[in-house]
């Protein structure tokens, strides 16, 4: 589906981010990652079910870069950035499941191309009514221009007050491998969406979201994005086949890729 969007100078900044949950057990590589920053280019990258071998990624890759475990559990939330932080990302407790609990990483930046923004990089958990509350939690620790991307857990329609969801429709997630559901989202407060995809499935069981964004202090309307961008067309052609050539591949005896 493509929705008509509004006219953007090419001279105005744009944020690009992407966010991938790798899976944490025999999951993407941090091969897979690198292959996705490269090719992809993302501004800020976004990651869930992150294990300790990740902290190599700014060796490889030069960025900021912070991880944080899950209380009781050996994986958690991770963020790499070209963009420098304008503090350590903190942790934002949220209302704990039954067995799970979760936090969300916060970023801050101050940026002077976006000015100063906050990113909630989110795992929520599995109960509906639970997750919509995790969401509010989060709401009141951010800053007016601020964006909350990751793994909802959630089906059906998110309804947060002053945020909107500018992610792509597609399913990014197979439940029992048969059922698609749309578990990953992006959900932002004072940017303007240009684009948004859903990339290839390769690595995990999750296929990654990225969205490209400006700043905008003003209302959004119905059609203020579209699911992709003529403009960035070359690179998702690029990062499908290296995901056809390279990694699948390379891990392909390890573990089959599907595509769903």
């Known amino acids: 589906m493509t929705l008509s969007a509004p006219s953007v100078s090419a001279a105005q900044p744009r944020l690009r981010v992407i966010s991938w949950n790798l899976l944490h057990a025999g999951g993407a590589s941090l091969e897979e990652v690198k292959l996705l920053i490269e090719t992809m280019q993302p501004d800020i990258l976004l990651m869930q079910e992150v294990r300790s071998f990740m902290d190599a ?5 030069p960025g900021s870069y912070a991880r944080a475990t899950l209380p009781g559990r050996a994986h958690g939330t991770a963020c790499w950035s070209r963009l420098p932080l304008a503090c350590t990302p903190h942790l ?3 209302p704990p499941g039954l067995f799970v609990r979760r936090n969300a990483q916060v970023l801050r ?18 109960g509906q009514l639970l997750n919509r509350r995790q969401l509010r939690t989060i709401r009141d620790s951010l800053t ?3 964006i909350i991307m990751g793994d909802f857990n959630q089906v059906g329609p998110v309804w947060l007050r002053h945020f909107r969801d500018v992610g792509p429709r597609a399913k990014t997630h197979r439940l029992l491998n048969r059922v698609p559901l749309r578990l990953d989202r992006c959900l932002v407060r004072g940017f303007r969406p240009v684009s948004c995809r859903v990339l290839p499935r390769f690595g995990s069981d999750h296929r990654a979201i990225a969205v490209t964004l400006v700043p905008n202090a003003q209302p959004l309307s119905a059609s203020s994005f579209q699911e992709t961008d003529p403009q960035d067309s070359t690179p998702i052609a690029d990062f499908t086949d290296k995901a056809a050539t390279d990694a699948q591949l390379r891990y392909a005896a390890a573990r089959p890729v599907t595509t769903p």
């Open 92 to 94: 934002a407790p949220l």
């Open 109 to 126: 930046f101050d940026d002077p191309r976006f000015g100063v923004f906050s990113i909630a990089n989110v795992h929520l958990s599995h």
């Open 144 to 146: 007016d221009q601020a």
């Open 57 to 61: 990624l700014p060796q490889e890759i």
